[in-house]
């Protein structure tokens, strides 16, 4: 990367962290304080409250992106900040539910995920934009992981109330970054490695393979958002940790959930094994929630369910992406991976609400068998998964000669050995190549791409 590549990437994953941040932090402690409000011995209400974020960011994601084609990157992701800093105020002197829904709903509506992805292309190259993507990435992993530890820290010293002031000072401080750190983009176009395309929405939705995998992205995240409508009030009344303690278990259990993920990975992407993995972690994750139903009424099985949760749920995370990568059309990546970030905020709505309904009806039982029923069927649904292909996706410049020519460079792109999808799209001047990891044409490709052969 050169630095101004450098500087941008780094600036906007640093913008997401804390935009993330301010979101990750209400994850383990919203439950236990919301219902200390009133109208919070209603768990219902406070599954609306925790979800109502992943409602409107689910239904604006996509409309703000390719807003962002039409007014800028930047407008739009100003105006989705300041929309997160008043929500979080609306939240944060909210004296009930109703206006905490309202707060939540607010935050959500500043959905901004596919305005940064698309400044990021604006900002990179193409042989430079994964990594960029990556660090956005590792941001996000990186961000929960801090906030499932500080927040019960945070919490205990300065309630609900101070979480949400600190998102909404987060959402100031990464406005800031947006005028000081990142860069304009010399010009902003449409990037269909990054950027829903309506036009292949409708391929998208009827691809059966990536339908799998938009299920398995709703089922992990709504089995998420259910599991901590009760984890924190289990840990408490059940497990009598105070709740400025819950960090002593959320930090073993992660760290080793990540720890045992980085090998997990390694051996699915290096020896081609990314179909029995990924099909190894929703077995695993089916087990935890079977777990879950059979006791988590002490700190011992809290922590030994929770541990197995983390360890599939760290692999889950890491692989669904990849695997969307490898199965999504060349030129169709980033509508696939808005399909599959729409489907995930949903999977926040739908958990919460559901949790927080079962919970309220019958306790921590009913919850903890609507997730593993969700898992369940995600395994099933799984196992009907076509092995991947060994293969990345390369993105090329193409020379403004040879953009006259696309159709025909394309056909030729395609016919070189360990090329298994070639897509040039002229109004972007890029070419997108699905090549085998080893044992590709790279240098014909190269040829064909400076224009040296025929």
């Known amino acids: 990367m050169s630095p101004f590549e450098f500087r941008a990437s780094a600036g906007l994953s640093g913008l997401y962290a804390l935009r993330m941040l301010g979101m990750f932090l209400v994850l383990p402690v919203f439950a236990l304080y919301a219902s200390k409000l009133p109208g919070g011995d209603n768990h219902t209400l406070v599954g609306m409250a925790l979800g109502a974020y992943g409602l409107t960011q689910a239904l604006l994601q996509l409309p703000l992106g390719m807003l962002s084609d039409r007014i800028g990157r930047k407008p739009v992701i100003y105006g989705g900040l300041i929309l997160l800093a008043i929500g979080s105020v609306v939240a944060a002197t909210a004296q009930d539910l109703i206006w905490i829904t309202i707060g939540r709903a607010l935050q959500g509506a500043g959905a901004i995920s596919a305005a940064i992805t698309a400044l990021l292309a604006d900002l990179t190259r193409e042989e430079n934009r994964t ?12 961000t929960f992981a801090i906030s499932l530890v500080a927040a019960p820290a945070i919490a205990a010293q300065f309630g609900l109330s101070g979480i949400f002031l600190l998102t909404a000072g987060l959402a100031v401080a990464a406005m800031l970054g947006v005028w000081k750190i990142i860069p304009d983009p010399s010009q902003s176009r449409f990037h269909s490695d990054a950027e829903a395309n309506p036009k292949r929405l409708g391929a ?3 691809d059966p393979q990536l339908l799998r995998l938009n299920y398995g992205v709703f089922a992990l995240h709504a089995a998420q958002m259910a599991l901590f409508v009760t984890l924190p009030l289990a840990l408490v009344q059940s497990a009598h940790l105070a709740s400025s303690e819950h960090w002593k278990v959320y930090l073993p259990v992660m760290a080793i959930g990540f720890a045992l993920m980085v090998p997990a990975v390694i051996v699915a992407e290096t020896r081609n094994k990314l179909k029995p993995v990924f099909i190894a972690a929703v077995a695993l994750m089916l087990l ?3 777990g879950m139903t059979t006791g988590f009424d002490t700190l011992a099985r809290i922590v030994i369910w929770l541990g197995v949760y983390f360890i599939a749920f760290n692999i889950l995370e890491a692989t669904q992406p990849s695997l969307i990568s490898k199965i999504a ?5 980033g509508t696939a991976m808005g399909v599959y970030n729409t489907t995930q905020s949903l999977g926040f709505f739908v958990g919460s609400v559901v949790g927080g309904w079962l919970y309220h009806k019958g306790g921590t039982l009913p919850v903890h068998i609507f997730c593993a029923v969700l898992i369940g069927v995600w395994l099933i649904v799984t196992i009907g998964l076509r092995p991947p292909m060994p293969v990345r996706t390369l993105m090329y410049h193409i020379d403004d000669s040879q953009l006259g020519n696309a159709t025909n460079l394309a056909r030729q792109l395609a016919q070189l050995t360990g090329v ?9 001047g890029v070419a997108y190549l699905k090549v085998l990891r080893e044992g590709w044409d790279e240098a014909g490709a190269l040829a064909l791409l400076a224009n040296k052969t025929s």
């Open 204 to 206: 998208v939705l009827r």
């Open 420 to 428: 298994k999808e070639a897509v040039v799209i002229a109004e972007e």
């Open 288 to 290: 935890a929630q079977l």
């Open 329 to 333: 059309p060349a030129d169709a990546k």
């Open 131 to 142: 990594k960029a993507m990556a660090m956005v990435g590792g941001s996000i992993g990186i």
